[in-house]
């Protein structure tokens, strides 16, 4: 499976950016997909994730109310719609995806097999 990621940038303090992650290959076998972050220095961080298939989603408490993961089954993709940017949302935003092989945790980055090169985004302040 291979994630394109992308859709970041510059924007000021309470504006918006949709991020995209196209997913291409063997992706009958991905059950959950999600994204992370990361700033330099600082271990990547959990931001959201849902299972492809429906159901529920879920998000980190620092991005619940702002943010929202959604998909196009039907162009494999996965958005994330993010709103009331912070600059503390500054960080490089990674798409994962975790097949049926895989397990663990849905919260860590281990518990995904596939990730997006990453896409940065900066909010000013």
């Known amino acids: 499976v291979q994630l394109q990621a992308s859709g970041g940038g510059l924007v000021q303090a309470g504006g918006s950016l949709r991020l995209s992650c196209a997913a291409s290959g063997r992706t009958f076998s991905v059950t959950t997909v999600g994204w992370f972050r990361q700033v330099p220095g600082k271990e990547r961080e959990f931001v959201t994730f849902?299972?492809?298939?429906?159901?529920?989603?879920y998000y980190a408490d620092s991005v619940k109310g702002r943010f929202a993961i959604s998909s196009d089954n039907a162009r494999n993709t996965v958005y994330l719609q993010m709103n009331s940017l912070k600059p503390g949302d500054t960080a490089v935003y990674y798409c994962a995806a975790r097949s049926r092989y895989y397990s663990g945790t849905y919260y860590e980055p281990s518990g995904y097999d596939y990730w997006g090169q990453g896409t940065q985004v900066t909010v000013s302040s």
């Open positions: 849902m299972h492809w298939s429906g159901g529920g989603v």
